[in-house]
């Protein structure tokens, strides 16, 4: 059996903000925009690899989903605890700079992460958390070579 990680969703509560931000800021293409007013379904993805999605879609969105419920994802999204992204990058200090120009709200400035490359956040204008990392050495260490014990570290 052969998968891949196509698409991965996080929610909105602005699109034209979303869309600001990943393509804009991030440097995304959009590849769909389904939808109107708030209720948008956004496809982005970085330049070149139509295989890589993320889908921006509106909070809660749903059949079957309680007020209570939309509230609960709508509060926790804009605390970053309901969901969030991880992206890699060759050059973090360009990225946190166009990040830091555009009014990014910096979560954790980029700093040495335990498997040798270096890691930062900030969230996205829904609050969703997007870290971004740059790889550093894989030497020695965990299983496979890879010196990080990290379940989050995105280059295991």
């Not at 498997?115 to 204008?125: F, S």
Request: charged residues 25%; aromatic residues 4%.
């Amino acid at each position: 059996m052969d998968l891949t990680l196509h698409t991965s969703c996080l929610p909105h509560d602005d699109p034209r903000a979303a869309v600001a931000f990943y393509r804009d800021v991030l440097g995304f293409e959009v590849r769909g925009d389904v939808g109107h007013g708030r209720m948008r379904w956004v496809t982005v993805g970085p330049p070149g690899r139509p295989d890589t999605c993320l889908l921006l879609a509106p909070a809660a969105a749903g059949v079957g989903i309680t007020e209570t419920e939309r509230a609960t994802v709508r509060e926790m999204t804009a605390k970053g605890t309901y969901g969030w992204i991880g992206l890699a990058t060759n050059d973090l200090d360009a990225v946190f700079g166009r990040l830091r120009a555009a009014g990014a709200e910096v979560v954790r400035e980029p700093a040495a992460h335990a498997c040798g490359g270096r890691e930062g956040a900030v969230r996205d204008p829904a609050g969703n958390l997007v870290r971004i990392g740059e790889p550093g050495p894989h030497a020695g260490g965990q299983e496979g070579g890879h010196p990080c014990a990290d379940p989050h570290c995105g280059r295991r």
